[in-house]
């Protein structure tokens, strides 16, 4: 059994900086491709990043590329998201997901395993 855990939302001024964190148990981190997604009350849950196993390729949404950042450290089993010159619009729940599939994962239904989410505010 794999859970994953969120920790670093909070309030931010617009412009301004955050960086979420995920911490993993269970299972064999390293082998799985990991994920961050946001969602908002009445939309669907939107991609927001995603980075491989073994080499560390990332790829993001049009939306936050050149803004946010996802790492992981293998040894930590943890992945972490970068988040810069936020914008009101990236108010949302955060939640961090484990696919056992290999490559770049852009789609929800690809993920097996997620968090509880963390909520990120940002104000005008």
């Known amino acids: 059994q794999v859970r994953l855990v969120e920790s670093g939302g909070g309030l931010v001024q617009a412009g301004g900086s955050l960086r979420l964190s995920c911490a993993a148990s269970?299972?064999?981190?390293?082998?799985?491709?990991m994920g961050w997604f946001r969602q908002t009350p009445g939309k669907e849950r939107e991609f927001v990043g995603t980075?491989?196993?073994?080499?560390?390729?990332?790829t993001y949404a049009d939306s936050t590329k050149g803004r946010f950042t996802i790492s992981r450290d293998n040894a930590k089993n943890t992945v972490s998201l970068q988040m810069n010159s936020l914008k009101p619009e990236d108010t949302a729940v955060y939640y961090c997901?484990?696919?056992?599939?290999?490559?770049?994962?852009?789609?929800?239904?690809?993920?097996?395993?997620w968090g509880q989410g963390t909520q990120v505010t940002v104000s005008s």
């Open positions: 980075i491989t196993r073994y080499r560390d390729t990332t």
């Open positions: 997901a484990a696919s056992v599939l290999a490559g770049l994962r852009t789609r929800a239904t690809e993920y097996h395993y």
């Open positions: 269970g299972g064999t981190f390293s082998q799985y491709t």
